[in-house]
């Protein structure tokens, strides 16, 4: 059975570039002067891995993305953070679109871009145990609920993360959408080990779980989100704000 995957295309809106799957939906930016940085909040958030591991560690890790978008964490993860990264899309022509209009460099010795369905993708030997941060953000053209989000799912996720890896999940839809989701990341990894954002004014709600549960003090997490925002440009601790352990 062949595959029916939709168009890809893009927009420009002043200084910003959004991916589109042939909807209005936006499935990703960049902005046109600065394209390796993390353009919108969301995605930003996406990299709350960063406050449960050493910065100077950082460099040495790898770093996954399950879904593609407009590339943004896979070039800041390869690009910025110099870490080994992966990323896996189902669409070739995402690919396509992030190599042509979205600045997604070339494979190289450090980045691997595997177009391949994540969920077959992941269970492969060659991953397992092997990722410090996995970041999942799988949305349909419709951008309607995650694609992926079964308790199986996110115990396969679990499965590839190292002894200190995290995982950062982007749901976005309705409130009950939402709460069905965190309680199967919860079943797979462990009330815990799970953190959450509040929802971006947009409707974004990021969700973090570590393989192994930590629960580090405000004035560590404080201390780490300032070396964040030196080192890497992003707003960390701004994050601590909206970002707490599930209760």
């Known amino acids: 059975m062949k595959l029916s995957l939709p168009e890809v295309n893009f927009s420009d809106w002043g200084d910003i570039r959004y991916l589109h799957l042939g909807t209005e939906w936006v499935q990703g930016s960049m902005k046109l002067d600065a394209p390796f940085e993390i ?48 990323a896996i899309e189902l669409n070739p022509q995402v690919v396509a679109a992030c190599r042509g209009w979205f600045k997604l460099p070339a494979d190289d010795a450090k980045l691997e871009v595997v177009v391949a369905d994540a969920a077959t993708e992941i269970r492969k030997p060659r991953w397992l145990g092997t990722v410090d941060a996995l970041q999942v953000d799988l949305y349909d053209h419709e951008a309607a609920a995650p694609v992926l989000d079964s308790e199986a799912f996110y115990a396969d996720c679990r499965a590839l993360l190292t002894e200190d890896g995290v995982m950062t999940v982007n749901l976005f839809g309705r409130s009950s959408s939402y709460e069905r989701s965190l309680e199967k990341i919860t079943a797979a990894f462990g009330a815990d080990a799970v953190w959450a954002f509040k929802p971006t004014r947009e409707g974004n709600t990021v969700v973090l779980a570590q393989a192994v549960a930590s629960r580090p003090k405000r004035p560590a997490l404080a201390d780490r989100a300032q070396s964040i925002q030196t080192r890497w440009s992003l707003p960390a601790p701004k994050w601590l704000r909206v970002f707490k352990p599930q209760e």
């Open 39 to 86: 353009e919108l909040e969301y995605v930003q958030r996406m990299m709350a891995w960063l406050l449960f591991v050493d910065p100077a560690s950082v460099a040495k890790r790898h770093a996954m993305q399950l879904g593609l978008g407009a590339a943004s964490l896979t070039k800041f993860c390869r690009k910025t953070l110099r870490m080994r990264t992966t």
